[in-house]
């Protein structure tokens, strides 16, 4: 799909290895919107981010026109309802699918995504053991969540692929990089046939691969996030004695 100029600048502030920023782009290039991508220093957050979003701080923050919409869930929502009118509608029509949607969004984040960050962060092998077992306990519920969307369809928007394609597609290179460092797969097609499926297609979809980062890359660079984290935790340790 080639990118369409729209009315109003698009600006999104990101990182690459943001899977937060990364559901924000497949949802631009679903869409085929022409935007600006501006990678942050999160260490050292620019004066524009933290004027855009004042209250976390955080990216993704996509500026349309001169206005900041900050958080994933919102702002690609926003990306629909603002251009509805270019592209295939990434939420359902019916109000009651809509809502469907909406609730397996948040469930998205409130427990694969905090499972993720639980076992991606994990000092201990308990935690990481705990982690892993909360994504796999997440995911096996999305198999179920997916049988009922699709309804035997490709994607959980059905045909074509929706909010919630772009919600869990947004996350794959993460997950499939915390296999790799936890040594447990979660997309199991013994266990979850259908997001196993799913989950070759979504990657196979252009829009996935120019914005799905390499995940050889991503385990490289959590490993030395890691060595970071643990050196500045041995400094504070060693400061305090």
């Known amino acids: 799909m080639g990118t369409m100029e729209v009315s109003g600048e698009l600006k999104l502030l990101g990182t690459w290895a943001s899977?937060?920023?990364?559901?924000?782009?497949?949802?631009?290039?679903?869409k085929g919107l022409s935007y600006d991508f501006v990678e942050e220093?999160?260490?050292?957050?620019?004066d524009l981010l933290l004027a855009?979003?004042?209250v976390h701080k955080k990216v993704p923050v996509l500026i349309h026109e001169g206005k900041p919409i900050s958080e994933s869930h919102v702002i690609v929502q926003y990306i629909d309802e603002a251009f509805a009118s270019i592209g295939s509608s990434l939420l359902p029509l019916d109000p009651h699918e809509r809502a469907i949607a909406r609730f397996w969004g948040s469930y998205m984040d409130d427990k694969l995504l905090a499972a993720w960050v639980k076992a991606f962060k994990a000092?201990?092998?308990?935690?990481?053991?705990?982690?892993t077992k909360q994504i796999l306990e997440a995911v096996e519920t999305l198999e179920g969540a997916l049988r009922e969307?699709?309804?035997?369809?490709?994607?959980?928007?059905?045909?074509?692929?929706?909010?919630?394609?772009?919600?869990?597609?947004?996350?794959l290179?993460?997950?499939?990089g915390t296999e790799a460092l936890c040594g447990v797969k979660f997309f199991d097609p013994a266990k979850t046939s259908l997001l196993s499926a799913w989950a070759e297609r979504f990657g196979a979809l252009e829009a996935a691969k120019v914005v799905l980062p390499d995940?050889?890359?991503?385990?490289?660079?959590?490993?030395?996030?890691?060595?970071?984290?643990?050196?500045?935790?041995?400094?504070?340790?060693?400061?305090?004695?």
Request: proline share 4%; net charge positive.
């Open 215 to 241: 995940v050889g890359r991503l385990v490289e660079f959590a490993k030395v996030r890691r060595a970071q984290q643990d050196a500045a935790d041995a400094a504070a340790v060693a400061a305090k004695n």
């Open 149 to 171: 969307c699709s309804k035997g369809k490709p994607f959980f928007g059905g045909d074509s692929v929706g909010y919630l394609d772009v919600m869990l597609g947004g996350i």
């Open 123 to 131: 000092k201990t092998e308990d935690e990481k053991f705990e982690g």
């Open 52 to 54: 855009s979003n004042p």
């Open 41 to 46: 220093d999160l260490d050292n957050k620019s």
């Open 19 to 30: 899977p937060w920023a990364c559901r924000v782009r497949i949802a631009l290039h679903l």
């Open 173 to 176: 290179s993460w997950l499939h």
